[in-house]
């Protein structure tokens, strides 16, 4: 009799390759699972255990995991991208019209984009929002918002930075009016302006900053404050849930012991 | 340890492994300004390959009497008027649009966010809050006008204009 596909993954788990790839070891065991989650380097981030009603649908409409993944696709499809363009005066319009109608697959890839960096925003709101409404910003998960808002900002940065790349009328205008919404800052407002653009006005220099920016110091940035967001859901007792929290846990012993003080 | 510690706090005195401590702290402190610093002055360009804030507008001839002629790359207005030429930034004061001469209805308009200017730089509605600068504006030898546009100089003034 042929092997079931299951019995030849499990082979395949036993090898001495593989076991020297994964240190949890085999098995299905309450263990085994607790370990494949806390030795792998990436999945240790997270709760080794979490309740099933937390993984519902209801619970989190999935926002914050959705946002991390607009955020791959966008790595993913901005990366191709940084293939065909060149972030200098002459050649990016250009590039952007050739990536638009000449490379193949590129129009493709840059609509993702541009749609993923629109859902992204969208989603980042949406998962603000429910976190707001169901009070899970509250102790012990202030930081954890705190380090939201941050992730927030960055994410609009992102789209603020990228909107210049094409290099046409619409992001040239555009960065040049939200440029200049940065020198109203008191005082140092015209020194952030020169520094953002690398010099007094939308040019070869800021095009290149904005790239640096979009490309490198932004998402870079993004992932280092994603990794403690999501460290920081661990170490606040997971995800929130009222019937779980140990104010309500409390009141609900409190509840239940204070008939039985009287009786006695 | 404890003891020493407290005796030489005691006695407002340094023991040797806290003043190797301040010592590399002190150091540390330092090299952080100076790569704050150095980080500053590296990010703040030193050489600028932008246009000359000079402009050549050309012969006086190409301005009709009673005309705005707006030059769009280098966002300025050459205005002849009665009392003679002057120079007006195209640059709206709100946010840095291009600002364009509307002849249909005898005003300067922003297409961003709705600023309205007469033909001599003052504002007459929206959220622009100063008035569009009057730029330098002068005759050079070979007699074209010449605009600075880094110099500002008073609206409506006897020297603001030049006369051919």
Redesign the interface.
């Known amino acids: 009799m042929a092997k079931t596909i299951d019995q030849h993954l499990d082979n395949l788990r036993e090898t001495r390759v593989w076991r020297s790839i994964f240190r949890s070891g085999t098995g299905s065991s309450t263990l085994k699972r607790a370990l494949a989650i806390q030795q792998n380097v990436f999945l240790h981030l997270f709760s080794t255990k979490v309740r099933t009603r937390m993984l519902s649908f209801s619970a989190t409409w999935y926002l914050g995991t959705l946002t991390l993944g607009t955020f791959f696709i966008l790595v993913a499809t901005g990366i191709p991208l940084m293939l065909y363009y060149h972030p200098s005066a002459p050649k990016a319009y250009a590039d952007t019209k050739d990536l638009q109608f000449v490379v193949s697959s590129g129009m493709f890839l840059r609509n993702l984009h541009r749609w993923s960096a629109h859902a992204m925003v969208f989603l980042v709101f949406a998962h603000m929002f429910k976190v707001f409404y169901r009070g899970a910003y509250r102790t012990p998960r202030e930081f954890n918002w705190v380090i939201g808002v941050i992730l927030l900002l960055i994410t609009l940065l992102l789209s603020y930075t990228g909107y210049l790349l094409p290099w046409d009328q619409l992001a040239y205008w555009a960065i040049t009016v939200g440029s200049n919404i940065a020198s109203a800052v008191p005082f140092l407002g015209n020194k952030i302006h020169f520094l953002l653009l690398g010099g007094n006005a939308v040019n070869a220099n800021a095009l290149l900053r904005f790239y640096v920016l979009h490309c490198m110091i932004l998402p870079l940035t993004a992932m280092f404050f994603v990794a403690i967001h999501f460290w920081r859901i661990r170490k606040d007792g997971g995800l929130y849930s009222h019937a779980s929290e140990p104010s309500t846990l409390r009141a609900k012993a409190a509840a239940r012991d204070a008939p039985a003080k009287e009786a006695r | 340890m404890m003891d020493e510690t407290k005796t030489a706090n005691a006695n407002d005195q340094v023991n040797r492994r806290q003043f190797f401590a301040k010592l590399g702290l002190g150091s540390l402190g330092i090299a952080a300004a100076g790569t704050a610093a150095f980080a500053y002055q590296f ?3 030193n050489v ?3 246009p000359s804030p000079v402009i050549d507008a050309g012969n006086p001839d190409r301005y009709p009497l009673d005309s705005v002629t707006l030059d769009v790359n280098s966002g300025i207005y050459i205005i002849h008027s009665q009392e003679g030429y002057f120079s007006l930034s195209a640059v709206c004061t ?4 291009l600002t364009a001469w509307k002849p249909e209805l005898g005003i300067i308009a922003c297409p ?1 966010h709705g600023s309205k200017f007469k033909q001599n730089g003052e504002k007459i509605e929206g959220p622009a809050p100063k008035p569009l600068p009057w730029k330098r504006i002068w005759l050079n030898d070979d007699g074209d006008l010449l605009v600075d546009r880094s110099t500002d100089v008073p609206p409506l003034q006897r020297d603001s204009f030049v006369r051919v």
């Open positions: 990010l703040e360009p600028l390959y932008e709100h946010l840095g649009c961003c």
